[in-house]
């Protein structure tokens, strides 16, 4: 545990680093609690790509949907109050609302776009020769440590573990969970370990079980480890080009492969347990997502409920739009870093498994704060 806590210091001093404003990047004083670590470039909505081609009304739609949730609340106070007054919605956005461009410490004004969609498998809710790969919910003896409470600088920082006599050791990885008993209810047993394994990167997905019901199924908590990518590791080995690489060219290249699949699979020592949901695919924020609106996004810089502007390139077409925070993935990090969640169906595990677009990233912040600081 002394190496995980050398690490959680060295995290504390790079975070109070970052902090320092430079030159024309502003980070507003009095909203450093909602966007911590984030340098900020104050622009206008008339800076905005492709602004007045925007659907007001369904952002609108997307924005009242969001205040539901304590986050966007907390965020956008009172505007999430009046909204059964708004008679228009345009005037309402650029009235209440200022973007900032979401830049780097390296003033970088680019960052990284890809996509993901909700995952389909079949499963069966009893083990089988053919349904025998289970998919877990939060193992019973899944400890996690919250440290926030005394150091308020780690409260994104989570340590997971299980107790063996009176310490915490490190919970198992994905490798070692295959020997060992999970102490865990299993949900349903799937057919295949590669759709479990992808169902493990979207976070969530539909499942269609061989009793003939649909269950839909959600991230809900992980075993500790850091997320690996398994396409560098095949890189690595020489299985494949980088600029071959995408969910598509991974997944026949383990169906071609099957006696290195744990191999592979093993490399992302990262486990992901699922809990059942009454809805589709479904966020951090505990939404429904929705199709080209809704975004993964690391919460270290970006706060889960905030409300974005995006551009990118996406299915060989310009995507500019308002999106909004409402999921968290373990491959997202960085400040100009998103994932698109592009739905379900054969189009959006397409486009998703080869989007990969630079991205440029506002975040709408309100005036009434802004006058704050």
Known sequence: MKHIFFLLLISIIFISCSQEDKNSFEKPQKLSSIVPNTYLLKTTFDELPDFNQENYS???????????????????????????????????LTSNFTPYMITTQERKREGLLTGYYEAQL?????????????????????????????????????????????????????????????DAKVICYCNSKIDKFFLEIQGSGKVALDNNRTIYIGYDNQNGHKYRAIGRYLVKIGALELKDVSLQSIKNWLKNNPSRVDEVLNYNKSLVYFKQRTQGATGALGLELTPKRSIAVDRKYIPLGSMLYLNANVDDENLSRVVFAQDTGGAIKGAIRA???????????????????????????????????
């Open 58 to 92: 369904e952002v609108l739609k997307e924005f009242a949907n969001n205040c539901r949730t304590s986050k966007a609340k907390k965020i956008y106070a009172e505007l999430c109050l009046h909204l059964s007054d708004i008679s228009d919605a345009k005037t309402f």
């Open 122 to 182: 079949y499963a069966s809710l009893t083990k089988s020769k053919i349904y025998k790969y289970p998919i877990y919910e939060t193992p019973n003896d899944l400890i996690i440590v919250d440290l926030s409470s005394i150091y308020p600088a780690l409260k994104h920082y989570r340590l997971r573990g299980r107790l063996e006599g009176n310490k915490i050791v490190p919970y198992d990885t994905r490798a070692e969970s295959k020997q060992a008993k999970v």
């Open 339 to 373: 994932d698109l969640f592009l739905g379900a169906g054969e189009k959006a595990l397409e486009i998703s498994g080869h989007l990969k677009s630079t991205l440029k990233l506002w975040i709408l912040l309100p005036k009434k704060e802004e006058k704050k600081r």
